[in-house]
Nanobody
Framework: QVQLVESGGGLVQPGGSLRLSCAASGSIGYIWTMAWYRQAPGKERELAAD???????NYADSVKGRFTISRDNAKNTVYLQMNSLKPEDTAVYYCYFKVGITRIYDCWGQGTQVTVSS
């Protein structure tokens, strides 16, 4: 069993910043991929950013240059630094870990609300 606990969401004005955190615990094994997805009201869940075990990052075009994904391997934690936030960034943000050794598991956080509004 792997548990992911997210924190850091909230209400912020346009142009502001937030930092999301997601800590993994339990029988993690090997972490293959860490990622942040988001789901806006009435829309499908979409990838915001991800990072492979080798440190290669990938960003959605809509967040490039504004969001940064990073990790702390010692703490099994992934972060999403979000700058220059826009109202269209409003969504529930979910962290995702692909973990395992002999068997691979897709693990999701509970989601944290990010609202960008004046």
């Amino acid at each position: 069993q792997v548990q992911l606990v997210e924190s850091g969401g909230g209400l912020v004005q346009p142009g502001g910043s937030l930092r999301l955190s997601c800590a993994a615990s339990g029988s993690i094994g090997y972490i293959w991929t860490m990622a942040w997805y988001r789901q806006a009201p009435g829309k499908e869940r979409e990838l915001a950013a991800d990072m492979t075990t080798g440190g290669i990052t990938n960003y959605a075009d809509s967040v490039k240059g504004r969001f940064t994904i990073s990790r702390d391997n010692a703490k099994n934690t992934v972060y999403l630094q979000m700058n220059s936030l826009k109202p269209e960034d409003t969504a529930v943000y979910y962290c995702y870990f692909k973990v395992g050794i002999t068997r691979i598991y897709d693990c999701w956080g509970q989601g944290t609300q990010v609202t960008v509004s004046s």
